[in-house]
C-alpha cells in the first residue's frame, strides 16, 4: 500500500525546475483510470472534473459536482502514490472567498500538488463547450486572492493555477489581462482555456515569459490539436490531456456489453483474463507482501 511521504506538490515544483522539461499529465477520474497511468509511468497525473462528474454522478460536466464529490475524488487519487504529483480540477471554488479558501485548504490537505480555478460563474460547463458565462474581474479576482491567500497560511507547496474562460466570449486580450492581473496577486501558472490558434497559444508564452503556462488538449475541442513535441517548442511547462480514457473506455466496454447481451456470454478474452490483472493492477501483491511481513497469515494463499 502506499505509504510515501507526501511530497506530490515539492514533486511537481521540482519537475518545474527543469526549464527544458514539459509535464505531460493524462486524465484520469477514478481508482482504475488512476492505477493504470501510475502503471504507464507517467510524471503526474490530472484529475478531470468532467470525468469525476460523468464516472461519481453519471452526468455531463454542467457544475453538477460540489466540493465534496470533487475533493474525495482527488483525495483518493493523489493516496494511490503520493510522490506522484496529481493536479486537480477545482472549478470557480465553490462559491465566494470563503468557500475559495475552504477549497484550497481541503485540496491541500488532501495532498493535491495544483488545483486551477476559474472565472465562470457558478452555473458551469466544461471549457470546451459554447455558451459560456463569467464573473467580471474583480469577482475572479477575490477566489485568486483567497486561494493564494489560503495556501500560503496553511503552509501547502500546493501550486495555484488561474483559469480563465474568457477567450470566447471576450476575446484574447480580455483572457490575457485577467491572466496577468492574476500573476500580480501571486498565483503560480496560467492556463488560457480553448486558445483558437497556434498562434495564439504561442503568444501566451511570449505573453507570460518566466510564469509557467498550462495547456488543456481536448480532442475536437476549441484548441488545435498539438503533439508533446509541439507544446514543448512553444514554451508549455504543464500539458494535460483531461479526456484520453473516455473513448476508448465506451468504446471497449461497449463492445464487451453488446457480447454479452448478444450472446449470453463475456467475450474470450475477457474469460481469459480472470481478475488477477486487474487485482495485481491495484496493488494486491503489495497488500499481500505488506500483511505477510507484518506478521499476518489472512492472504498466504491470495497470490497463488
Given at each position: ?7 506530490g ?7 518545474l ?10 486524465g ?5 483510470t488512476a492505477r493504470?497511468a501510475l ?7 490530472y484529475m478531470?472534473?468532467a470525468?469525476?462528474?460523468i464516472?461519481k454522478?453519471?452526468?455531463a460536466?454542467l457544475?453538477?459536482?460540489?466540493l465534496?464529490d470533487?475533493?474525495?475524488n ?6 494511490l ?6 493536479m486537480?480540477?477545482?472549478d ?6 470563503l ?17 486551477h480555478i ?32 489560503t495556501?500560503?497560511e ?10 480563465t ?6 476575446g ?6 485577467r491572466?496577468q492581473?492574476?500573476?500580480r496577486?501571486g498565483v503560480?501558472?496560467v492556463f488560457?482555456e480553448?486558445m ?8 501566451v ?8 503556462t498550462?495547456?488543456n488538449?481536448?480532442p475536437?475541442?476549441?484548441?488545435p490539436n ?10 508549455f ?8 480514457c ?7 466496454v ?6 454479452l447481451?448478444?450472446?449470453?456470454l463475456c467475450?474470450?478474452?475477457?474469460a481469459?483474463a480472470g481478475?488477477?490483472?486487474?487485482f495485481?493492477l491495484?496493488?494486491l ?14 492472504y498466504a494463499?491470495?497470490?497463488?
Open positions: 500500500m502506499a505509504v510515501a511521504p507526501l511530497t506538490a515539492k514533486r511537481l515544483r521540482q519537475l525546475a527543469d526549464p527544458n522539461k514539459l509535464i505531460v499529465a493524462p484520469v477520474f477514478d481508482g482504475f493504470l502503471a504507464a509511468g507517467f510524471d503526474a497525473l478531470t472534473g470525468g469525476t462528474s464516472s454522478l453519471g452526468w460536466d457544475g453538477v459536482a460540489t465534496n470533487m475533493v474525495a482527488a483525495s483518493m487519487i493523489a493516496s502514490n503520493p510522490s506522484v504529483p496529481v486537480a480540477d477545482a470557480t471554488g465553490y462559491g465566494g472567498p468557500m475559495v479558501s475552504r477549497t484550497v485548504a481541503q485540496y491541500a490537505r488532501a495532498g493535491i500538488a495544483a488545483l476559474e472565472d465562470q460563474v457558478q452555473q458551469k460547463r466544461c471549457g470546451h463547450l459554447l455558451g459560456k458565462q463569467l464573473v467580471d474581474r474583480e469577482t475572479y479576482y477575490a477566489r485568486l486572492r483567497a486561494a493564494v491567500k495556501r500560503n496553511v503552509g501547502s507547496d500546493m501550486l495555484i493555477i488561474a483559469r474562460d474568457a477567450r470566447q466570449s471576450y484574447f486580450g480580455e483572457a490575457v489581462e491572466l492581473e492574476a500573476v496577486i503560480d501558472v488560457l480553448a483558437e490558434t497556434e498562434e495564439e497559444a504561442a503568444k508564452n511570449v505573453i507570460f515569459k518566466g510564469t509557467y498550462f495547456l488538449m481536448v475536437g475541442g476549441t484548441t498539438m503533439s508533446v513535441e509541439k507544446a514543448q517548442k512553444l514554451g511547462r504543464i500539458m494535460i490531456h483531461p479526456v484520453i473516455f473513448q476508448p473506455i465506451m468504446d471497449a461497449k463492445k464487451e456489453f453488446e457480447t447481451k448478444s450472446t449470453g467475450s474470450e478474452q475477457n481469459a481478475v488477477k490483472n486487474a495485481n491495484a496493488g501483491q503489495e497488500c499481500i507482501a505488506l500483511d505477510r511481513e507484518a506478521g499476518g497469515k489472512a494463499a491470495v497470490g497463488d
